[in-house]
C-alpha cells in the first residue's frame, strides 16, 4: 500500500525548535516530490513548500521561505520539516503529501501545539 | 506569483442539488489544476486532476472542467456525503498554490 505516515503531534514551547516527519513506502520515494502543507485552525490549506529526495532540490512559498527548513533522507525514505525557533502562531496541522497529479496522496496530518 | 480565487466562500444546497464552484488563476495555467475533498476532521482527498480527470475511486457525480485560467468544479447531484471543504490548487509550477476553499453545507 502506497501512503505517508507522519510523526506524532507535538506540543513545545515558544522559542523552541522542532522536526517533523514523513515516511513514504509502498512506491519509489525517490521518484516524486513530497510537499508540505499547513493548516490552522478553522483555516483553509496552505502550500508551504515542497522537496525532491533524489537529490534533495527544495523549493518554497514566499510565505514561508527563511521560517521554516525542508529537507529529505532518501535513505530514509522521509522528508522533515523542521522549525529553529517556534511562535504560537505556527500552532496548526501539518500535512506532508505526494506530489503526482496534483497532491495524490496524503499523511494523517501532525498537530504541532505551541504555548507557554 | 499566481493567484487562485474560488467562489463562493460557502454555499448551502439541497439533496440533489446540482452544485458548482469557480476557481480562477490570474494567469493562465494550461490544465495543471487538481481539486481536492476535505471533510470535518479529515485528511484532504484528491479528486480531480488535470482540470478534468477524475481520481480512481471518486463518484462520477463529480466532474470537472475548464483550462488556462477558469476551471468549475460540480457535483451533479448532492449527497449528504459531499459536506466538506472543497479546494482546488495549481500544479504547474512553484508555488503550487491552492484557493481559499470553498465550504459545501446542506
Known amino acids: 500500500e502506497v501512503q505517508l505516515v507522519q510523526s506524532g503531534a507535538e506540543v513545545k514551547k515558544p522559542g523552541e525548535s522542532l522536526k517533523i516527519s514523513c515516511k513514504g513506502s509502498?512506491?519509489?520515494?525517490?521518484?516524486?516530490?513530497i510537499g508540505w502543507v499547513r493548516q490552522m485552525p478553522g483555516k483553509g490549506l496552505e502550500w508551504m513548500g515542497i522537496?525532491?529526495?533524489?537529490?534533495?532540490?527544495?523549493r518554497y512559498s514566499p510565505s514561508f521561505q527563511g521560517l521554516v527548513t525542508i529537507s529529505a533522507d532518501k535513505s530514509l525514505s522521509t522528508a522533515f520539516l523542521q522549525w529553529s525557533t517556534l511562535k504560537a502562531s505556527d500552532s496548526a496541522m501539518y500535512y506532508c503529501a505526494r506530489l503526482g497529479s496534483g497532491f495524490d496522496i496524503w499523511g494523517q496530518g501532525t498537530m504541532v501545539t505551541v504555548s507557554s | 506569483d499566481i493567484q487562485m480565487t474560488q467562489s463562493p466562500s460557502s454555499l448551502s444546497a439541497s439533496v440533489g442539488d446540482r452544485v458548482t464552484i469557480t476557481c480562477r488563476a490570474s494567469?493562465?495555467?494550461?490544465?495543471?489544476l487538481a481539486w481536492y475533498q476535505q471533510k470535518p476532521g479529515k485528511v484532504p482527498k484528491l479528486l480531480i486532476y488535470a482540470a478534468s480527470t477524475l481520481q480512481s475511486g471518486v463518484p462520477s457525480r463529480f466532474s470537472g472542467s475548464g483550462s488556462g485560467t477558469d476551471f468549475t468544479l460540480t457535483i451533479s447531484s448532492l449527497q449528504p456525503e459531499d459536506v466538506a471543504a472543497y479546494y482546488c490548487?495549481?500544479?504547474?509550477?512553484?508555488?503550487?498554490?491552492f484557493g481559499q476553499g470553498t465550504k459545501v453545507e446542506i
Open positions: 490548487q495549481k500544479y504547474n509550477s512553484d508555488p503550487w498554490t
Open positions: 509502498g512506491y519509489s520515494f525517490t521518484t516524486y516530490w
Open positions: 494567469q493562465g495555467i494550461s490544465n495543471y
Open positions: 522537496v525532491f529526495p533524489a537529490d534533495s532540490d527544495t
